[in-house]
């Protein structure tokens, strides 16, 4: 006799009379030394008594299938089931419920027990019937459906993410194979000033406000001292933009000159996917904590799942307007350190095992930017 949970093997075939000593198998191997189809003495008294004891087990019904209780899945019960009769062996399989079982409690409890009220049958006496096999497989299909929707909820959920992420991918893929980014570059440039423009010089030009215009601006990249003038000039919205959107690229134009063509290439795919590494992190923090907090909007009579998939996707466009942002504003400070200085500015820093040392370098954390203006971490450049 074996005691084993419903779901403990359920992907065994049990042999009847049990597994020769010395195999794996029932059937018995063929001894090598002796000869292709020839059995050793010792595997061939092993194989008379295994037939012993199957033909023993046969004689008796083979296994018996006993189940104590019925799992929420069909699935579970029918692959219990499927022990008994392997292979053509005989066996046999049999379910005994209790209606304080989980199942019967909470779906059929309620209409047997008043079947066996209107009978008036004893409470320890077994019962036997179609219907309670049918009310039992009727709450096991209620939990299957149950069970399914609430997989087929969170699939939804999940393709909210898997088609962002699928963006995101293709973006970096691009980045990745391509060996030129500089229209991409100035296509985010002229993006931001753009819409920097146009949050600050919209309408009339009496309505502009120039001085946050120049500080977003100033900000971004360096200004023309005559850039006052130059604006001061300027009637229209629309050629207000044209013009930062010139004065962008020229200046654009200005720091690839300084830093070298194939530098600049290099610069730029290593800004762009750092940047949309980073803020990608970030915005997958952001919607785990959407999905949970979304929840909540059932009880206003909205639907969550809508809920989700509207505000993810306003979540999704500023995480693409940040990461032009953030690449705008990184594009324009980087700038290149001859190697000579570098390595005399490190062989001049303080020792770190000095108290003067360790407390300077509290300002600069291991991941901050580097104050040498590289672009890098501090601990991958001079912190190294």
Not at 61 to 74: D, F, K, N, P, Q
Not at 89 to 94: A, H, L, N, V
Not at 211 to 234: C, N, R
Not at 248 to 258: L, N, R
Request: with cysteine.
């Amino acid at each position: 006799m074996t005691v084993a949970t419903n779901m403990a093997g359920r992907g065994v075939d049990i042999i009847l009379g049990g597994r020769i000593e010395s195999h794996n198998s029932p059937q018995p191997l063929l001894n090598l030394r002796g000869g292709e189809g020839e059995l050793s003495k010792d595997s061939s008294q092993e194989k008379s008594e295994w037939q012993k004891k199957h033909d023993l087990v046969v004689s008796l019904g083979g296994l018996a299938i006993i189940g104590t209780e019925r799992h929420e899945a069909r699935r579970i019960d029918d692959q219990l089931r499927g022990r008994a009769g392997r292979q053509g062996d005989p066996g046999s399989s049999r379910f005994f419920v209790s209606l304080e079982d989980d199942l019967m409690r909470i779906f059929a409890a309620d209409r047997i027990k008043g079947m066996m009220e209107f009978l008036k049958m004893p409470e320890d006496e077994p019962i036997e019937n179609k219907m309670i096999s049918k009310a039992i497989e009727s709450a096991q299909e209620k939990i299957e459906g149950f069970n399914f929707d609430t997989r087929k909820h969170v699939l939804e959920y999940d393709d909210v993410m898997n088609k962002q992420r699928e963006t995101i991918y293709r973006k970096r893929r691009e980045i990745l194979e391509s060996k030129d980014l500089k229209e991409k570059t100035l296509e985010a440039i002229l993006g931001e000033v753009k819409k920097i423009a146009q949050f600050h010089a919209a309408g009339y030009k009496e309505e502009w406000n120039t001085k946050e215009l120049k500080e977003s601006l100033g900000a971004i990249m360096p200004l023309p001292a005559d850039f006052d003038e130059a604006v001061g000039k300027i009637e229209t919205s629309e050629n207000l933009v044209g013009f930062l959107e010139k004065l962008a690229a020229d200046i654009y134009e200005m720091k690839e000159k300084q830093i070298g063509f194939e530098q600049m290439r290099e610069i730029e795919k290593v800004l762009f996917l750092r940047t949309t590494d980073m803020m990608w992190m970030d915005h997958l923090d952001e919607m785990e904590h959407l999905r949970d907090s979304v929840r909540l909007r059932a009880y206003g009579q909205k639907d969550p799942l809508v809920e989700y998939k509207n505000e993810g996707h306003k979540l999704f466009q500023d995480l693409l307007a940040a990461i032009q942002a953030q690449f705008t504003s990184m594009i324009y400070k980087v700038t290149l350190t001859p190697p000579e200085n570098r390595q005399s500015r490190v062989a001049n820093r303080p020792s770190t095992n000095s108290p003067q040392a360790s407390s300077g370098n509290n300002s600069v954390g291991r991941n901050d930017p580097c104050p040498c203006g590289s672009g890098k971490k501090y601990k991958k450049c001079c912190g190294k």
